[in-house]
T-cell receptor, first 115, second 115 residues
Framework: GEEVAQTPKHLVRGEGQKAKLYCAPI?????VFWYQQVLKNEFKFLIS????????ETGMPKERFSAKCLPNSPCSLEIQATKLEDSAVYFC?????????????FGPGTRLTVT | AQSVTQPDIHITVSEGASLELRCNYS??????LFWYVQSPGQGLQLLLK??????LVQGIKGFEAEFKRSQSSFNLRKPSVHWSDAAEYFC?????????????FGQGTILTVHP
């Protein structure tokens, strides 16, 4: 497709429950990036993929967050045992090439609310 | 590590007035610089980018930005603001090296436009 698709739009989880978010990059884009936007509007980089390979995971919280990009499937970001501070909007972006001069196209985001 | 500072959290202008949003960055090499706009509940849309060449770059919706290496700045400007420009604006720097492609965002500037 011509747009980055993210599902679901909204997700509500009780503290301690699992949350799984999905991202379908633009067809032909090799790179996928996940960002977390918390209430103060700060964007935090989480992880990037080059096709199905993790490219940069320096922003991922080690313990409860995991992500995958498998062939012929949407990419996913999973949070085990959610905490209140995980409440945020999670954005996925895709890029044709990982070079920073190439535009990253952002999806509409998934709003995760942890209660 | 790269960083971006947007000194103004909130700016209010009258419709038709000129606009300048400030952005200062810290990065060891030649930066890749971006301005994104986010409307409420929406993802990010790229307004313009700079990575080499002419230091004055033109973007969509009548926006322009000027890269000033000596001041480590990349300020966004528009000569005449329209009510539809009300949104939040994010400046970002793109990384090379081992953080290839990763974007670091500023805190954002909320723009309010008075009729």
């Amino acid at each position: 497709g011509e747009e980055v698709a993210q599902t679901p739009k909204h997700l509500v989880r009780g503290e301690g429950q699992k949350a799984k978010l999905y991202c379908a990059p633009i067809k032909g884009h090799s790179y996928v990036f996940w960002y977390q936007q918390v209430l103060k509007n700060e964007f935090k980089f989480l992880i990037s993929f080059q096709n199905e390979n993790v490219f940069d995971e320096t922003g991922m919280p080690k313990e409860r967050f995991s992500a995958k990009c498998l062939p012929n499937s949407p990419c996913s970001l999973e949070i085990q045992a959610t905490k209140l501070e995980d409440s945020a909007v999670y954005f996925c972006a895709s890029s044709q090439v990982g070079d920073p001069s190439y535009e990253q196209y952002f999806g509409p985001g998934t709003r995760l609310t942890v209660t | 590590a790269q960083s971006v500072t947007q000194p103004d959290i909130h700016i209010t202008v009258s419709e038709g007035a000129s606009l300048e949003l400030r952005c200062n960055y810290s990065y060891g090499a030649t930066p890749y610089l971006f301005w994104y706009v986010q409307s409420p509940g929406q993802g990010l849309q790229l307004l313009l980018k700079y990575f080499s060449g002419d230091t004055l770059v033109q973007g969509i919706k009548g926006f322009e930005a000027e890269f000033k290496r000596s001041q480590s700045s990349f300020n966004l400007r528009k000569p005449s603001v329209h009510w539809s420009d009300a949104a939040e604006y994010f400046c970002a720097v793109g990384a090379g090296g081992t953080s290839y492609g990763k974007l670091t965002f500023g805190q954002g500037t909320i723009l309010t436009v008075h009729p």
